[in-house]
């Protein structure tokens, strides 16, 4: 258990839906993530957020949309996905956004686009 | 932003010591060095972090030469729960161009 949950854990989705993927950290820590690995690539990072504030995106498409409502949740509203964006979608925190902080990771959802 | 190479992946028998190189030309002054810990379907966990010379806690040890272009994770007498994917990270803020890059990885196998 790592301090940071994810849910759901797993979720299919038609290419139509309004899906959420939704992430909380119990850790009191200042910056969110969210990561996207595919079937065996390197973990992509997508967005991050530091104390609600969003810092990065890594040219994500627009069909993925984040929201950090405050600095415990994170979450990413998917909309007309295409399958190639099936993956495992994590979402990590830290305390602070330098190289020494460590970040802890959730669980991660499995995504599958039909 | 300094990349790192690392070998794609190793075999080890149970209960030998494993070290894994990582190579980081480019280190900036104030980078730090981490190495995270990756089982199939999960989110990689932090094993250990360093800035120079050797640091060691209950997992692990890490070496890092004057020069900082490399680092070495070793593994003290590794089991099958050890197999795994071990990422090797290099950066001072995780943000913008400086941000964390977790490469591909080195795919672990412990073999009984």
């Known amino acids: 258990e790592t301090g940071v949950t994810q849910t759901p854990r797993h979720l299919v989705m038609g290419m139509t839906n309004k899906k959420s993927l939704k992430c909380e950290q119990h850790?009191?820590?200042?910056?969110m993530y969210w990561y996207k690995q595919s079937a065996k690539k390197p973990l992509e990072l997508m967005f991050v957020?530091?104390?609600?504030?969003?810092?990065e995106n890594n040219s994500v498409p627009s069909r993925f949309s984040p929201e950090c409502p405050n600095s415990s949740h994170l979450f990413l509203h998917l909309h007309t996905l295409q399958p190639e964006d099936s993956a495992l979608y994590l979402c990590a925190s830290s305390q602070g956004l330098t190289g020494a902080d460590e970040q802890f990771f959730g669980p991660g959802t499995r995504l599958t686009v039909l | 932003l300094a990349k790192t190479t690392q070998p794609i992946s190793m075999d080890s028998y149970e209960g030998q010591e494993v070290n894994i190189t990582c190579s980081h030309n480019?280190?900036?002054?104030?980078?730090?060095i981490t190495w995270y810990q990756q089982f199939p379907s999960q989110g990689p966990r932090f094993i250990i972090q360093g800035y120079k010379t050797k640091v060691t806690n209950e997992v692990a040890s890490l070496f890092i030469p004057a020069d900082r272009k490399s680092s070495t994770l070793s593994l003290p007498r590794v089991s099958l729960s050890d197999t795994a994917v071990y990422y090797c990270?290099?950066?001072?803020?995780?943000?913008?161009?400086?941000?964390?890059?977790f490469g591909t990885g080195t795919r672990l196998t412990v073999i009984p």
């Open positions: 957020y530091s104390l609600e504030e969003r810092v």
């Open positions: 480019n280190i900036a002054t104030n980078d730090y």
């Open positions: 990270l290099v950066g001072e803020d995780q943000t913008g161009a400086n941000n964390l890059f």
């Open positions: 850790l009191g820590h200042n910056a």
